[in-house]
Nanobody, 129 residues
């Protein structure tokens, strides 16, 4: 099992930036990819961004393309989500997740949402107008 701990959420104004961090521990050698998801009140959890741990292929949700950047630091077992030009619609609890390789997709591709097996506790991001 991989343990994940998010940090960096907070209250900001529209147009501001935030950087979320997610530190992984435990069976990190089994991690194939990591991703960020978010869930706003009354809405389903949605995929935000994902990164393959080795090879660094990346995928973003259309709603955040050009504003958010996912990256990883091997030495720290940490993945980041840099969020720029934040909008009120970005307000949500943001979750970090880790996925093992399941073989259900081409190796090197970012996994679909249902393949993420380990989850952090979430960090709140609130964007005010």
């Amino acid at each position: 099992q991989v343990q994940l701990a998010e940090s960096g959420g907070g209250l900001v104004q529209a147009g501001d930036s935030l950087r979320l961090s997610c530190a992984a521990s435990g069976r990190t050698f089994s991690t194939y990819a990591m991703g960020w998801f978010r869930q706003a009140p009354g809405k389903e959890r949605e995929f935000v961004a994902g990164i393959v741990w080795s090879g660094a292929r990346i995928r973003y949700a259309d709603s955040v393309k050009g504003r958010f950047t996912i990256s990883r630091d091997y030495t720290k077992n940490t993945v980041y989500l840099q969020m720029n030009s934040l909008e009120c619609e970005d307000s949500a609890v943001y979750y970090c997740a880790a996925a093992p390789y399941t073989g259900k997709y081409a190796y090197g591709d970012v996994p679909p949402g249902e393949d993420y097996a380990s989850w952090g506790q979430g960090t709140q991001v609130t964007v005010s107008s």
